[in-house]
């Protein structure tokens, strides 16, 4: 297949599959859907930032200011759901599109599709409610592809700078789930220092965190100072949301009863296989590292655990692909050579 054919090709799925996923949003401009109380607040909040009130002082809840200002933006451009029906269009297109090129990297384009059209589609209205779940889907869907670049390129400073950039950005929007991205730099650096990193390479895998650090916290310093609610941020949001992690045992039998959860045995037993087959298996190892942090923290967001659970389909993106990965030398498939 001609290579721009290609392209077109997949941009055209990607967008095949956002256009399904946005039909049934709450946003929708032309069905008009019926919008939930967390939902219709922070709306309201938006309105008062419009309206010239000072953004953020008086709440308190699970989020931080990225989603209300990403949702007050929307106001900003005009006064109705329209601007907010394209944000969340351009959320779900780049979620579809980060998480089909991280199934390609492991199976073929054909079986890529299906795994975006899979876990995109099915229980994405569970999201919808507020906002700030989508983003947070995104940045996992994101941390994903990272991951899986390294695990078959090695270190990759502009991944880690973004990886940086979403832990930052994370934190800003909801404080629990940053520790994933902590605990998943902190592995990649364990891990690169120990297959030998060099030590400009090490500098440059540390100096990129510290980057992206910056990148991020500098305009949100900038947004405390001018609407002086930095005290309220600590304890309305990160105080809020540290406090009230909730039972790990608990929230570890919510996860275990969805039905994604049959995927993990099957990805143990492919694993297996291509170990006997004489593959490497070392970064699905890793990645089963990375959906067991994951799994922990997700467990202990006390609040929003019910919708939130659906984020756990993010992790099952490489499980799915290996499997798949097994089908494509008898149905004549190829994975695509990435070229790096």
């Given at each position: 297949?001609?290579?721009?054919?290609?392209?077109?090709?997949?941009?055209?799925?990607?967008?095949?599959?956002?256009?399904?996923?946005?039909?049934?949003?709450?946003?929708?401009?032309?069905?008009?859907?019926?919008?939930?109380?967390?939902?219709?607040?922070?709306?309201?909040?938006?309105?008062?930032?419009?309206?010239?009130?000072?953004?953020?002082?008086?709440?308190?809840?699970?989020?931080?200011?990225?989603?209300?200002?990403?949702?007050?933006?929307?106001?900003?451009?005009?006064?109705?759901?329209?601007?907010?029906?394209?944000?969340?269009?351009?959320?779900?297109f780049f979620s579809t599109y980060f998480m089909y090129k991280t199934a390609k990297l492991y199976t073929s384009i054909q079986?890529?599709?299906?795994?975006?059209?899979?876990?995109?589609?099915?229980?994405?209205?569970?999201?919808?409610?507020?906002?700030?779940?989508?983003?947070?889907?995104?940045?996992?869907?994101?941390?994903?592809?990272?991951?899986?670049?390294?695990?078959?390129?090695?270190?990759?400073s502009y991944h880690v700078y973004l990886m940086a950039i979403e832990m930052t950005l994370m934190f800003f929007l909801q404080p629990g789930y940053a520790l994933i991205w902590v605990v998943m730099l902190a592995a990649f650096a364990v891990k690169f220092i120990r297959a030998g990193m060099e030590k400009a390479a090490c500098k440059s895998f540390f100096l990129s965190i510290i980057e992206g650090i910056v990148t991020v916290t500098v305009p949100m310093a900038l947004y405390f100072l001018y609407f002086q609610n930095a005290t309220e941020?600590?304890?309305?949001?990160?105080?809020?949301?540290?406090?009230?992690?909730?039972?790990?045992?608990e929230g570890m039998k919510v996860i275990w009863n969805m039905p994604w959860i049959i995927i993990i045995p099957i990805f143990i037993i492919v694993t297996i296989v291509k170990l006997i087959q004489g593959e490497d298996v070392k970064g699905l190892f890793f990645w089963m590292d990375y959906m067991i942090v994951a799994f922990i923290v997700i467990a202990l967001q006390g609040d929003n655990l019910a919708s939130e659970l659906v984020l756990t389909k993010a992790l099952y993106v490489v499980p799915l692909a290996s499997v798949f990965s097994l089908a494509d030398k008898r149905l004549g498939f190829q994975t695509e050579e990435r070229v790096f």
């Open positions: 297949m001609d290579n721009r054919l290609k392209k077109f090709f997949e941009i055209f799925a990607v967008f095949s599959i956002t256009f399904v996923v946005m039909v049934s949003s709450s946003f929708n401009i032309w069905t008009g859907g019926t919008f939930t109380m967390v939902q219709r607040s922070i709306l309201d909040f938006a309105h008062s930032v419009r309206d010239g009130y000072s953004a953020y002082v008086e709440l308190e809840g699970h989020y931080g200011p990225v989603i209300y200002e990403l949702v007050g933006l929307g106001y900003l451009v005009k006064a109705s759901n329209t601007a907010h029906y394209l944000i969340e269009f351009v959320i779900v079986f890529s599709i299906g795994i975006t059209l899979i876990l995109m589609v099915f229980g994405w209205g569970d999201l919808t409610h507020a906002g700030a779940e989508q983003l947070v889907f995104f940045f996992m869907v994101a941390l994903g592809y990272h991951i899986a670049r390294q695990l078959q390129r090695g270190f990759l941020f600590f304890e309305m949001v990160v105080l809020y949301n540290y406090s009230r992690l909730g039972s790990l045992l």
